[in-house]
């Protein structure tokens, strides 16, 4: 199967969109930003799903014979309309983010509701069942990333407050209680990441330290532009950054990244590295999504080629 590169250092499948509108087997308004895990052998994903009534809820998709994805019929995980959460999800959730950490999978995802936005735990060990674990964070905070280890014996966090559209690093002992909090990156005028940034996904262990995908955006007289780049993180001090891509890796080009319900968008909650690539799933204009790969090799040149600072 030839990729198609159109300049960017992700190469976009060519059976790309993998899930749209019309595969879901219900009606829906839109679809977007997939967490994707390597389980059973398979690539799983984690779809958010914008329900007809203005709700988000998240779907696990699972791959069918064609290469593309089939949606599930019924939510992996709903709004919590009758326990505890019911005020913080009664807009809904969405924007899973998947790590496996100690045999298990947790699932970072955001719930929004009458209070605000604030980022939810899960977890799950088969993709059948799955249980909360509460809110870790504050109101208003989105792009939410579980690092796949501890690191100084702590749990780390990378999160983004609306305030200020930094990405910021949070510790824990416990996976309930979280401080420790340090500015990671910020956004760069003049680069192509002005004026918001946020972690995409789950960070990735490589030999030059924490491979993180992450995302810029800028604004421009049509709109809002969202591209994804790339950073590589200390292994032992996350809070510092050894080297950010100047470039993005993936840009808006194809007809249907730049058209659909939040045009000249893509937006990644999910990536895997198999060997020395890395596969990526995207979100493209909250209307379908997509998967890319690159050599690693690629990714972190891409990363220390940089002439100008961060």
Not at 123 to 137: I, Q
Not at 220 to 234: F, H, K, N, Q
């Amino acid at each position: 199967m030839e990729l198609v590169s159109h300049r960017d250092v992700i190469a976009r499948c060519p059976r790309n969109p993998l899930i749209r509108l019309e595969d879901v087997p219900f009606r829906c308004s839109d679809i977007r930003n997939a967490a994707v895990v390597s389980h059973a052998g398979e690539h799983l994903l984690l779809v958010t799903v914008e329900l007809l009534e203005g709700r988000c809820a998240v779907f696990r998709a699972r791959r069918n014979g064609g290469g593309r994805f089939a949606v599930d019929p019924r939510p992996f995980m709903a709004p919590d309309d009758d326990g505890p959460g019911r005020a913080y999800e009664s807009t809904g959730i969405g924007d899973p983010r998947v790590t496996r950490l100690d045999g298990t999978y947790y699932i970072v995802y955001v719930a929004e509701g009458d209070h605000g936005q604030r980022l939810g735990l899960a977890r799950t060990a088969d993709f059948e069942t799955v249980e909360r674990l509460g809110y870790v964070s504050q109101v208003d905070v989105k792009n939410g990333v579980l690092f796949p280890r501890r690191i100084g014996g702590k749990y780390m966090l990378l999160q983004r407050p609306q305030q200020g559209w930094r990405i910021w690093l949070a510790g824990s002992e416990d996976l309930t209680f979280w401080h420790c909090e340090a500015v990671v990156m910020t956004p760069r005028g003049g680069f192509w990441d002005p004026d918001r940034i946020g972690a995409a996904a789950p960070p990735i262990e490589i030999d030059e330290g924490w491979l993180l995908i992450y995302y810029g955006e800028r604004s421009t007289s049509a709109g809002p532009l969202v591209r994804l780049g790339a950073a590589i993180l200390d292994r032992d001090d996350p809070s510092r950054v050894l080297a950010r891509s100047n470039i993005p890796i993936l840009s808006p080009r194809e007809r249907y990244e730049r058209i659909g319900d939040v045009p000249n968008v893509v937006f990644s909650c999910g990536a895997l590295l198999e060997g020395d690539t890395v596969h990526l799933y995207y979100g493209a204009s909250d209307s379908c999504i997509c998967r890319g790969e690159a050599p690693l090799e690629a990714v972190v040149r891409t990363c220390f080629d940089s002439e100008r600072g961060f």
